[in-house]
């Protein structure tokens, strides 16, 4: 069982950053990649950074450039820095685990870029 917590959210104006944070805890060792994802109103879920690990990250094209993912092992935070945000990045952010044989999500933090 792995519990994700996120935070960092809120409103900010276009060209502005945000750093979003996701405590983990729990059994933590068979996580296979920590990532993000974000949700619009009216769209499906999509991958916005993943990083296995052991392996490289991933980005979402719409934001590579700008997103950086990051870990932080020794607080079980794995974070997702977001810089020159723009009003299409507008969406509620999940932390997901990625396991052999499951995924577990955070509650979602919301992110509105104002233009």
């Known amino acids: 069982q792995v519990q994700l917590v996120e935070s960092g959210g809120g409103l900010v104006q276009a060209g502005g950053s945000l750093r979003l944070s996701c405590v983990f805890t729990?059994?933590?060792?068979?996580?296979?990649?920590m990532g993000w994802f974000r949700q619009a109103p009216g769209k499906q879920r999509e991958l916005v950074a993943r990083?296995?690990?052991?392996?490289?990250?991933n980005y979402a094209d719409s934001v590579k450039g700008r997103f950086t993912i990051s870990r932080d092992n020794a607080k079980n935070t794995v974070y997702l820095q977001m810089n020159s945000l723009k009003p299409e990045d507008t969406a509620v952010y999940y932390c997901?685990?990625?396991?052999?044989?499951?995924?577990?999500w955070g509650q979602g933090t919301q992110v509105t870029v104002s233009s």
């Open positions: 729990g059994s933590s060792f068979s996580i296979n990649a």
């Open positions: 990083m296995p690990s052991g392996g490289d990250t």
């Open positions: 997901n685990a990625h396991g052999p044989f499951w995924d577990y």
